[in-house]
């Protein structure tokens, strides 16, 4: 998509570009606490809660009845509700649709997907895409494919590519066989060889073209849609992740959170969250939930 049709769907987005790095200037990253230490002010603040899909709200890849309904606990508590995930487009258009949520980031911030009310008619689904994504067909991305397949084996390409947009996602743990994390990392060293943006997640290597990552689109979204102000109000914020690909948003938000299973990372992941729950993937949203919304009561 051409900056002038992001500029059309995000109609404030040329003042949130150029706002956005001094605006950044000002983060530091903080140590992990137990989300027990969340305060009452603190969470009393929380307008907005993005989380992470997988090993966040599933496990094993199975969305958990726990998750899903603390999504539900947040939506029907009146925050604003957004998964930012790697996972494709395809899976972005029913998530907007069917979950309860008020948009939703996918292919880690190429794209966003919400619907909007139209009078006493039914919803319609809206879409924008990052100004610097870059379709899927371009030729770095089969170089690293090719590269990659041959020096990792046992890789493949995730069975989900085929909804995918703007990136190319390699599968080392979706699916058997599981290859350890040292694997992932030469994956990534090869796609930035070839001039290419790679990120791992608790799945897959995700790799795309265009200088964009989940914090970005997120930003801009909040920005545009509903007059989120990046320098006053990052405290509104409650990001939950679970693996390298989350970074930039634990190192952004002061009130990141973090499930249990984040710690199989932290060789990998040089900004923790501020917060961390006892429990692992979906049980660790919840736990983190009923912090939240607890404190907020």
Known sequence: MSIGVALTLFPNLRDTLYALPAARASCKTQPMQPIAMLTRAQARRVRYILMDIDDTLTREGKLLSTSYEALWKLKEAGLVVIPVTGRPAGWCDLIAREWPVDGVIGENGALAFWEEPVGNSLPVLKQAFHPAAIRNDHPALGRVRERAFAEVPGLRVAKDQFSRMFDLALDFAEEEPILPLSEASRVKAI???????????????????????????????????????????????????????????????????????????????????????????????????????????
């Open 191 to 297: 796609a930035e060889e070839e001039g290419a943006i790679a990120k791992v997640s608790s799945i897959h290597v995700n790799v795309w073209m265009g200088k964009y990552d989940k914090l970005s689109m997120a930003e801009l979204f909040l920005s545009d849609r509903f007059g989120w102000d990046a320098v006053t109000e990052l405290d509104q914020v409650v990001f939950v992740g679970d693996s390298p690909n989350d970074e930039p948003m634990f190192a952004r938000f002061p009130l990141a959170c973090a499930v249990a299973n984040i710690r199989r990372y932290e060789g990998l992941v040089k900004s923790l969250p501020a917060f961390v729950a006892e429990a692992e993937c979906g049980e660790g949203f919840a736990e983190i939930t009923g912090e939240l919304l607890t404190k907020r009561s």
